[in-house]
């Protein structure tokens, strides 16, 4: 099982941003039912946790992106997004896709994102 975070970029303050996060490999219906996150992790920081979605649907947002960013998930096509709204500076940060497929802990290589003028 693979995880790839894709979409990242530099943009403007108050820009958007679509990342992708694509699930390959083994893994058929266990998408389905698998829990994904996104987290970010700022130069000298600690990784937080941004945005998760479970495998009913219901999201929930760190207090710092609530009302900006949204998280939803195709099992079709095996993605989750981040949609990411009136980006500010504090957004930067590299974005990292997890989830608990098979009851596991995975994570996939990180997309940069760089909100400067």
């Known amino acids: 099982v693979q995880l790839q975070a894709s979409g990242g970029g530099l943009v403007q303050p108050g820009g958007s941003l679509r990342l992708s996060c694509a699930a390959s490999?083994?893994?058929?219906?266990?998408?389905?039912?698998?829990?994904f996150q996104w987290y970010r992790q700022a130069p000298g920081t600690q990784r937080e946790l941004v945005a998760t979605?479970?495998?009913?649907?219901?999201?929930n947002f760190a207090d710092s992106v609530k009302g900006r960013f949204g998280i939803s998930r195709d099992n079709a096509r095996k993605r989750v997004y981040l949609q990411m709204n009136s980006l500010k500076p504090e957004d930067t940060a590299v974005y990292y896709c997890?989830?608990?497929?098979?009851?596991?802990?995975?994570w996939g290589k990180g997309t940069l994102v760089t909100v400067s003028s």
């Open positions: 490999g083994s893994i058929s219906s266990a998408f389905d039912i698998a829990r």
């Open positions: 997890n989830s608990d497929l098979y009851s596991r802990d995975y």
């Open positions: 979605v479970t495998s009913g649907g219901t999201t």
